[in-house]
Nanobody, 124 residues
């Protein structure tokens, strides 16, 4: 069972990157999937999550990042636009525990399966 995040790279401020998360050994279908990042010297934080078609974003990326599920390719996509230097981090995808209040997705925390991360560097 393995997750893999890829698509990172070096981009200038204001640019875009598209991260993908794939799985081997199991299907992502039916799992809540989260994207998490860790910058040097900082704690890991949740960035975005998708669960049952609902999405959640940390405040700092709202309006700039978008998480989606490609069911055909069994891939979770994190589209990152208007990137800032503070978005620089290693990004991981993971199965997630989703927390709801009624129909509303409040947040996600990391679950049992984590992928090797991909480095995103935003710099001029």
């Amino acid at each position: 069972v393995q997750l893999q995040a890829f698509g990172g790279g070096l981009v200038q401020p204001g640019g875009s990157l598209r991260l993908s998360c794939t799985a081997s050994g199991f299907s992502l279908d039916g799992y809540a999937i989260g994207w998490f990042r860790q910058a040097p010297g900082k704690e890991r934080e949740g960035v975005a999550c998708i669960s049952r078609g609902n999405t959640w974003y940390v405040e700092s990326v709202k309006g700039r990042f978008s998480v989606s599920r490609d069911n055909v390719q069994s891939t979770i996509i994190l589209q990152m636009n208007s990137l800032k230097s503070e978005d620089t981090a290693i990004y991981h995808c993971a199965t997630a525990r989703a927390f709801y209040s009624g129909p509303y997705l409040l947040r996600c925390s990391g679950g049992d399966y984590w992928g090797q991360g991909t480095q995103v560097t935003v710099s001029s």
